[in-house]
């Protein structure tokens, strides 16, 4: 069952279709679901996404394809058009709204890329593209220190992070360490303990046991400020 909001989205976003032939752009959603903000939107559409109600389509990162409507839907509510593809390329295009491409996430403190230091701190906001993101909750972290350069992560990067508790080998994870410290390293198991690795050859492998670390999300993309 969706919730109220979720529910509400579906609707709006049909009734536009109905009239326009355009889906409404993050704006208007946000506006039309009293939203404080587009990140609202953006967390509703991962849902529904997580769900099976729609799905981003391949290679188009800005449009959605509706696979099904809510059990409660009015007949008309359930007709969709364009070959049930909300095409927001075209909304962008049409509308001419650039903020429509950009999702505020959270913004928690620095993270090392070295030593751990603490992070996960501060309640600030990140403008990303949303073409970065996927589906998920996402939130942001910045970089502090170079044991992840080989990987292409450097100093006062942003991280940003899809909210998880599980990994898998090889991942490049985001660890709280002794529930104290955050780090951000590739997590391996080895021999029951577990592995945090850098990449960079200055730096040594982290051993823990496994109740000493915990995972509090994954790499899913980066921000770079070119000074």
């Given at each position: 069952m969706l919730t109220a909001k979720q529910h509400e989205l579906i609707r709006f976003i049909q009734q536009r279709l109905?009239?326009?032939?355009?889906s409404p752009s993050f704006e208007e959603m946000k506006e039309a679901l009293d939203l404080?903000?587009?990140?609202?939107?953006?967390?509703l559409i991962s849902a529904l996404e997580e769900r099976g109600f729609i799905r981003r389509l391949p290679n188009r990162a800005r449009a959605l394809e509706v696979l099904k409507q809510p059990e409660d839907a009015t007949p008309a509510a359930r007709k969709v058009k364009n070959d049930n593809v909300i095409d927001l390329?075209?909304?962008a295009a049409v509308r001419a709204e650039p903020a429509n491409d950009v999702i505020e996430i959270p913004l928690h403190g620095r993270i090392a890329a070295g030593a751990p230091i603490e992070a996960l701190e501060g309640q600030n906001s990140l403008p990303v593209p949303a073409a970065l993101l996927g589906p998920g909750e996402h939130y942001a972290l910045e970089v502090s220190g170079d044991s992840m350069i080989e990987a292409g992560i450097f100093d006062g990067d942003f991280a940003l992070v899809r909210r998880t508790d599980v990994a898998r080998d090889g991942e490049i994870v985001v660890a709280l360490v002794r529930n104290e410290e955050a780090t951000l390293k590739y997590m391996r198991r080895e021999n029951g303990m577990i592995r945090l690795d850098p990449a960079n050859g200055v730096y040594e492998p982290?051993?823990?046991?496994?109740?000493?670390?915990q995972v509090q999300g994954?790499?899913?993309?980066l921000l770079r400020r070119y000074h």
């Open positions: 109905e009239e326009t032939g355009i404080k903000s587009k990140s609202g939107v953006h967390r390329h075209r909304v982290q051993i823990y046991r496994p109740d000493e670390v994954k790499l899913s993309g």
